[in-house]
């Protein structure tokens, strides 16, 4: 499974962006799907993810209510929508594939990693 994430840039805080995920090589709607942010000189750390079954959803403390992660299998793509932006949501954002219905919370449960794509929030 190759992934390409996209859809970063730069927002004024309190602005949206939408990421997208797009899967390419197989069938992507038995993977679960997360998304992980790293800002310079900080650990990745885990935003949301959605499960390859049923579609379920987790979100991080810091994102939950702003942040909504979704997937339309028929395109093979997931989307991240970031509502209410803060400055401290600034770090690249990677999408990671699993192997398996069911979401991880830990980069090392990921088999496939996207590039990347930047999000910068200004103040």
């Known amino acids: 499974v190759q992934l390409q994430a996209s859809g970063g840039g730069l927002v004024q805080a309190g602005g949206s962006l939408r990421l997208s995920c797009a899967a390419s090589?197989?069938?992507?709607?038995?993977?679960?799907v997360g998304w992980f942010r790293q800002a310079p000189g900080k650990e990745r750390e885990f935003v949301s993810a959605?499960?390859?079954?049923?579609?379920?959803?987790y979100y991080a403390d810091s994102v939950k209510g702003r942040f909504t992660i979704s997937r339309d299998n028929a395109l093979n793509t997931v989307y991240l929508q970031m509502n209410s932006l803060k400055p401290e949501d600034t770090a690249v954002y990677y999408c990671?594939?699993?192997?398996?219905?069911?979401?991880?919370?830990?980069?090392?449960?990921?088999?496939?990693w996207g590039q990347g794509t930047l999000v910068t929030v200004s103040s």
């Open positions: 990671a594939a699993r192997a398996s219905n069911w979401y991880g919370l830990r980069p090392a449960e990921y088999h496939y």
């Open positions: 090589g197989r069938t992507f709607s038995g993977y679960a």
């Open positions: 959605i499960s390859g079954g049923d579609g379920s959803t």
